[in-house]
């Protein structure tokens, strides 16, 4: 296998990385708009803590319903 191959594992966990990334940006574009990580909560009708751990990395896998909330899922 010559350097620029990349198994199927290496591919799952790039695309894994680039979802959880995608879901950080949202949550902090969301607080910028909203002004807070608590307003967002509120306005969006989801956990302050949960949406701030969301945003920092620590939680990584929101349902379908939260993602729906954040504008991320149809």
Do not use: F, Q, W
């Amino acid at each position: 296998m010559s350097g620029c191959e990349m198994t199927k594992v290496d591919l799952h966990k790039k695309v894994e990385m680039l979802r959880i990334g995608i879901i950080r940006v949202r949550v902090k574009e969301l607080v910028g708009v909203y002004g807070s990580v608590r307003r967002a909560g509120r306005a969006l009708n989801i956990d302050a803590a949960y949406l701030h751990r969301l945003m920092t990395g620590e939680k990584v896998n929101p349902s379908k319903v939260v993602l729906k909330k954040l504008g991320l899922e149809p």
